[in-house]
């Protein structure tokens, strides 16, 4: 195994890893007495979502990404396979869903970032400390993007509005890959600015999904469960 590949490796999966531990923690043993979703589930979805991060960027390689068609076409693809695995009657509204939403959006994002990674120290001549700083960052977009993206629809699954959050997701994916265009056309000023421009918009988004929509579903969800108990 060459430098590149452990590299990459590390560059792909260890932001996936910490941010399942932040995202997750608040809502398992010994935060709370009882989880909120299964462990050996979430790792099982996390595995299913890096299998088709590996497909994904495999047929993104045969495109070139700075064209608007393919943008919009592996933004749309990339949120139907996970509303496809998440819509299984199995999630339907299940509280837990909203969490696996995001087990398989990490898994997704976390091979996307490896073979990002790897693909960028392959091509540049020479590694410098600004080549490293922008693969890190765009490996880690990948993990940002996918993981709130996957949770979205996740608790678009968990409300019983699955197609709704699909397109609030989707919309978010696409905005994203649409700012990647210039940078993938030419990674000069302009270039530059809308990758960065992209990366604060995942963050972001990761941010007020964490933040907002998860303890917001959490909450909806345990007051239904206790007016039905009144019932």
Known sequence: MDNDMLIAGAIGFAPAM?????TLRDYTYPKVEKPFFEDKK???????????????YAAQSWFPLDLIYVALAFAIVEELV??????????QRKLDTSFYGLAIGLGIGSTMAFGAAYVALHVVESVSAWTMLIVVLLATFFVFLNASTGATIGIGVTRGAPWAFFAQATLIHITCYLLLIPFYMKPDALGYAGFLVAF????????????RMLPKVLEDGLSMLVSKSKV
Do not use: E
Request: charged residues 5%; aromatic residues 20%; hydrophobic residues 70%.
């Open 200 to 211: 604060a918009a995942a963050v972001g988004y990761y941010i007020y999904v964490h933040s």
């Open 82 to 91: 996970k509303l496809m695995i998440l819509n299984f009657p199995r999630f």
């Open 18 to 22: 910490i941010l399942m531990f932040l």
């Open 42 to 56: 979430a790792f099982g979805l996390f595995a299913v979502g890096m299998v088709i991060g590996v497909a994904i």
